[in-house]
């Protein structure tokens, strides 16, 4: 089946430690996005990348970085400089432009 | 700049009733719409897309909008709601010709009673 994957679903670390959270698509597509999801806001673009080893900053970068290194792949890490990294993330990938984005089944971040 | 704002952080519908949810956006340009649903910690499943082909969409589990551009609305309906049908709602606008960098609403919780 083709789809998105991210792990794992859940994710616990201390505050102040680096965390890397896993996005992998087999559909082939070009553009991949992480979404950060907080009560009441909608989602919100962090990063996105149209074309292996290339990504630009969405609306909420800061404390936040990624890599595109092969095309199914786009990892978030979630660095201590992120203040309320305490969230739902959620990774997309869509063909390009003018297409719908499919999304993961999300990776729920507490931080304590 | 495009926005999208969902009228409604909550809607409460008896089981058999219409479902109306609301959608405006704000975009300079033609816009490209979409509603998603999301199910407690899941991740978002596409409803219906509107491309700029008929101004009424339908999707998916008997939703359908329509793309009304003089009032800037995209609003979803269901004739008849179903137990099935809770979850959250969310409006995505995206411009059309680019890569697929949707702005979304704050969504609105759907609740289905008997």
């Known amino acids: 089946d083709g789809g998105i994957t991210q792990s794992p679903k859940y994710l616990f670390r201390k505050e102040g430690q680096n965390v890397t959270l896993s996005c992998e698509q087999n559909?082939?597509?070009?553009?991949m996005y992480w979404y950060r999801q907080d009560p009441g806001q909608g989602l919100r673009l962090i990063y996105y990348?149209?074309?292996?080893?290339?990504?630009q900053k969405g609306d909420i970068a800061e404390g936040y970085s990624v890599s595109r290194e092969k095309k199914e792949s786009f990892p978030l890490t979630v660095t201590s400089a992120q203040k309320n990294p305490t969230a739902f993330y959620l990774c997309?990938?869509?063909?390009?432009?003018?297409?719908?984005?499919?999304f993961g089944q999300g990776t729920r971040l507490t931080v304590v | 700049a495009q926005s999208v704002t969902q009228l409604g952080s909550h809607v409460s519908v008896s089981e058999g009733a219409l479902v109306l949810l609301r959608c405006n956006y704000s975009?300079?340009?033609?816009?490209?719409l979409f509603w998603y649903v999301q199910y407690p910690n899941q991740g978002l499943q596409l409803l219906l897309k509107?491309?700029?082909?008929?101004?009424l969409v339908k999707g998916i589990n008997g939703f359908e909008a329509e793309f009304k551009k003089s009032e800037t609305s995209f609003h979803l309906t269901k004739p008849s709601a179903h137990m099935s049908d809770a979850a959250e709602y969310f409006c995505?606008?995206?411009?059309?010709?680019?890569?697929?960098?949707?702005?979304f609403g704050t969504g609105t919780r759907l609740q289905v009673t008997l």
């Open positions: 997309a990938s869509s063909e390009g432009a003018n297409t719908e984005a499919f």
């Open positions: 559909l082939n597509h070009d553009a």
């Open positions: 990348s149209q074309i292996v080893n290339d990504f």
């Open positions: 975009s300079s340009v033609p816009p490209y």
């Open positions: 509107y491309t700029s082909a008929a101004t």
């Open positions: 995505a606008v995206s411009r059309a010709g680019t890569a697929s960098k949707l702005t």
